[in-house]
């Protein structure tokens, strides 16, 4: 991480490893000048979501170099398990949230050590057979889920206070945003971080000098599932609604191309693709026939003339620019 | 009991043969380029869709169906020369976006030109159901199973006995020594794409008398393709038939006596047991990394 | 007790020996080097004594412990660390970075503590980063402190591979021709950099083509043909063996 500019412009460290952080928040804080209604909220609400997913999903694809094409099934079961705790059981919404993340976790760990030995498209099959697998179950146990109608979770209620308005959950969605980009920011810049980029460069060379990479691939799964599964929970109790399209391949599929359209090994990449990405079909449902077209368009010309992703490409030619 | 055991092997030979080609098609363009082609399951929609619409415009279908498998491997041939040549030295991950959002992209192409709604074709001799020892078997399923079979047989011979077919298997197993012995290898990838758009436009048509077909119908059976290809073991030919076949029983086997919305799930849990206890499929080589 | 002893190692891969019924024992503070031609099995070596492969059958027995089939990351716990003939370098890091993951080992990895960022650790990402910058400057990489190991060249890089082994504090160290490809000063200066290691404790293990740095430098040393022992000696016996100089005739000057 160190910067290319001269040591007078060079910020404070802790600065430093923040910057993009500080320019989301002050994104954030202004964003709603931009927005006009409630629809505009809602989406911009469920871009929040996705990066939240989308930034844990690059610790795991972009950090430590492994495919998961089946995140979608994490962020889904925190959804439901929200969603049947808040309802069928009453339980409050912030232990309901904890538990699915727990549940999750503990879910992901017991699939990653098997899985995670495997490699490459190996890998790509055994997550994306995960994924299957638990979309059908949730699609099927109709009497638990609700089936394809889908269920909804009651409302999120924290202290008493609950978050009902568009504006409410903007200011809610944005906080969680920050604190899953502050924590990601300082786990890749820590012992952990430095494991899960080694293993990424030369999983050998890690292997050597004494990196358990079985552990840290691991570890990694795990915690970009429960990153899911936290969004998963936020998403059940602002939906409407929430039904198994949420946690199929597509979704998998979509989540993959924001953190690999953003950037990948790139914090603020995620975040950015998880924003562009969630708003294109938006922009795009005038051409409504067209959007398959331009969505499939959009995945090839990005990973074909710029491989490394929006944000480090970008930064690079400023970069670029900036030297002498 | 007898009965219906054959019954549920008849049906999941049927979608078994087609889940083959469609494997097979998966391990061709994986050995000429180590790309897994997410696309494969359009090709089964554009040769089915290709044929519904010629035949509708009056084709006869003997000429419907060369057409459709002509359509197919263009789109094919397209597809490796403007999205996947130009990226050829991506990560894994990389490809991998790129052949889903071609899949995307074919899919949204298809549903703009045919449209929305489910079609279907009518078999190619009849509904007359036959007798195979108390279970019954549409003719059309001898169709799937015979003109899979006759593929395969072709593409092995193929492999093993034309020049062509030697130079793409020596370029997938190292693709440096095959350029400098001259074998170019920009046709190798062009050959497998083709190659393989044509098995997935084939067992389409035949198939499409039986299971139908609409612009969505591709993603499942890119998925189980893929499936079968990794189950056998990627860029083994021999194990991606096998993985298909292998998987129509499975799967024709749960829906039958365990519970149809699971026999998916049962598929793809079986997929995951074969590859924890074989990390590199059924009939894959283990293999050792080099420092 | 000597620190490594290898007993009738043998690797095959498929039908062919690339290690053959190999016995020899490496003393503790001893500069112990292996030659051999190309495909002799020195790398191979290295890796079946670092856990990379798993020995087809024999012994290694490092500290008196069996260890062969060990994970390479339970053998870098034990105190065994290596560079690499063909780099493992993380090139989507820095230089500094690089040798930091030599120090994983003895770094603090609490999760918590990482996400948080709580002071002890920023703390101690300061010391290490420190100590990270010593060993570059050791091993002669002091101008690149703030270099991406991508924009790094091969011979630097080379040496980058033997600070990232030394911040691990290894007991031994094997190099795997840390001078291939290097000019006549940068092979003198790596010359330099093994003999203080060496001072320093520890015990160095030395594949090397320049006969020139192997014989100047080693108390022991072995040599490789066909996967199995040629010669073993000091280097003045190496030196006056006769099979050595049949094998070698002309190259040893
Ligand atoms: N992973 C492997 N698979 C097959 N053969 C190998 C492998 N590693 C090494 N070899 C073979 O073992 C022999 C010794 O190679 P190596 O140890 O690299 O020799 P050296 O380092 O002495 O030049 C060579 O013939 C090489 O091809
Ligand atoms: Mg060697």
């Known amino acids: ?95 309901a949230m904890a538990t699915g993340i727990v549940v999750v976790g503990i879910v992901a760990y017991v699939i990653a050590r098997p899985i995670l030995r495997l490699k490459g498209h190996y890998l790509a099959m055994a997550t994306l057979g995960i994924g299957v697998i638990i979309s059908i179950v949730l699609n099927t146990e109709a009497q638990v889920t609700g089936g394809p109608d889908g269920m909804s979770a009651a409302p999120f209620t924290v202290l008493g206070y609950t978050f009902a308005s568009e504006q409410s959950w903007y200011w809610l969605v944005g906080g969680a945003l920050l604190l899953t980009v502050w924590l990601s920011t300082n786990l890749i810049d820590s012992p952990i971080g430095r494991a899960l980029r080694a293993l990424h460069g030369a999983e050998i060379g890690a292997r050597v000098v004494g990196i358990d990479t079985t552990r840290y691939k691991v570890l990694i799964f795990v915690i970009s599932a429960m990153f899911a599964s936290f969004a998963g929970s936020l998403f059940a109790h602002h939906t409407p609604t929430v039904t198994p399209s949420i946690l199929g391949f597509i979704k998998s599929v979509e989540f993959v191309v924001m953190a690999v359209f953003g950037g990948m090994a790139s914090v603020m990449g995620s975040v950015v693709g998880a924003f562009i990405m969630t708003l294109l079909p938006n922009v795009l449902a005038a051409f409504e026939d067209f959007e398959p077209i331009i969505l499939g368009g959009i995945m090839m010309g990005t990973m074909i003339f710029m491989p490394k992703g929006l944000v480090p490409t970008i930064a690079k030619k400023l970069r670029r620019k900036e030297a002498p | 009991m007898i009965e219906s055991m054959i019954q549920f092997i008849l049906a999941g030979l049927t979608s078994g043969a087609i889940y083959a080609l469609v494997g097979l098609g998966f391990s061709i363009i994986y050995n000429a380029s180590h790309v897994i082609n997410f696309a494969q399951g359009e090709f089964i929609v554009i040769g089915g869709m290709s044929t519904v619409a010629l035949l509708a415009a009056g084709v006869p279908l003997p000429l419907a169906i060369v057409l459709a498998t002509l359509v197919t491997m263009l789109v094919g041939l397209a597809l490796a020369r403007f999205a996947i040549q130009p990226a050829k030295d991506a990560d894994v991950v990389a490809l991998i976006i790129i052949t889903i959002g071609a899949s995307i992209f074919l899919r949204g192409v298809v549903q703009l030109v045919f449209g929305k709604d489910i079609h279907s074709l009518p078999a190619f001799s009849g509904e007359t159901p036959l007798n195979l020892m108390g279970a019954t078997l549409m003719p059309q399923s001898l169709w799937v199973m015979g003109i899979s079979s006759a593929l395969i047989v072709v593409i092995a011979w193929f492999f093993n006995a034309t020049l062509a077919g030697k130079a793409m298997l020596a370029t997938a197993y190292n693709a440096l020594a095959a350029r400098l012995m001259g074998v170019d290898t920009k046709w190798v990838l062009l050959s497998a794409f083709a190659l393989s758009a044509l098995l997935g436009a084939v067992g389409g048509i035949v198939v499409t008398p039986i299971t139908f077909v609409s612009y969505e119908s591709g993603i499942m059976l890119g998925l189980k393709g893929f499936s079968a290809a990794v189950l056998g073991g990627l860029g083994n030919g021999v194990g991606a038939v096998a993985g298909g076949l292998i998987l129509g029983i499975v799967e024709a086997m749960s829906a039958g006596y365990l519970s149809s919305a699971y026999k998916d799930a049962i598929a793809f849990i079986i997929i995951l047991v074969v590859l924890v206890v074989r990390p590199n499929g059924l009939f894959g080589k283990k293999g050792i990394d080099r420092v | 007790m000597s620190l490594l002893k290898v007993t009738n190692l043998t690797k095959s891969f498929g039908g062919v020996s690339a290690i053959r019924d190999l016995s020899f024992t490496i003393e503790a503070g001893t500069i112990h080097s292996i030659i051999g031609p190309n495909g002799a099995g020195k790398t191979t070596l290295f890796n079946l004594i670092t856990g990379v492969y798993t020995p087809s059958s024999g012994s290694v027995r490092f500290n008196d412990r069996e260890v062969g089939g060990v994970e390479p990351h339970k053998l870098a716990e034990l105190g065994m660390n290596r560079t690499f003939q063909n780099l493992q370098i993380f090139h989507n890091m820095s230089a500094v970075e690089n040798v930091m993951v030599g120090a994983h080992l003895h770094l603090r990895k609490g999760l918590l503590h990482s996400m948080l960022r709580l002071p002890s650790l920023a703390r101690s990402e300061r010391e290490t980063r420190e ?105 003045a016996e190496i030196r006056s063996n006769p099979d050595v100089i049949a094998a070698y005739l002309g190259t040893v000057g």
């Not at chain 3, 190099?175 to 520890?202: H, S, Y």
Request: glycine letters at 8%; hydrophobic letters at 50%.
């Open chain 3, 131 to 235: 100590q990270c910058w010593e060993l570059m400057d050791f091993v002669g990489l002091a101008q690149y402190r703030h270099t991406e190991a991508s924009a790094m060249s091969y011979g630097a890089l080379k040496r980058l591979e033997i600070a990232r082994a030394l911040a691990a504090k290894p007991k031994l160290l094997l190099l795997d021709e840390p001078a291939a490809g290097l000019n006549d000063t940068e092979t003198r200066e790596v010359d330099e950099v093994i003999k203080r290691i060496a001072a320093q404790g520890i015990t160095v293990v030395l594949v090397e083509h320049d006969m020139k740095m192997v014989m100047g430098i080693s108390d022991h040393i072995l040599v490789l043909d066909y996967g199995a022992k040629l010669a073993e000696g000091t280097p």
């Open chain 1, 1 to 95: 991480m160190t910067s290319m500019l001269p040591s007078a412009l060079r910020l404070p460290p802790a600065l430093h490893r923040h910057r993009g952080l500080i320019i989301l928040a002050a994104l954030i804080a202004v964003l709603p000048l931009a927005l006009r209604n409630d629809y505009h909220y809602d989406v911009v609400i469920n871009a929040g979501l996705n990066a939240i997913v989308v930034v844990g999903l690059n610790l795991l694809i972009g950090y430590a170099g492994q495919i998961s094409l089946g995140h979608a099934a994490f962020f889904g079961l925190g959804a439901y398990v929200s969603a049947i705790l808040t309802t069928t059981y009453g339980w409050p919404a912030l232990g």
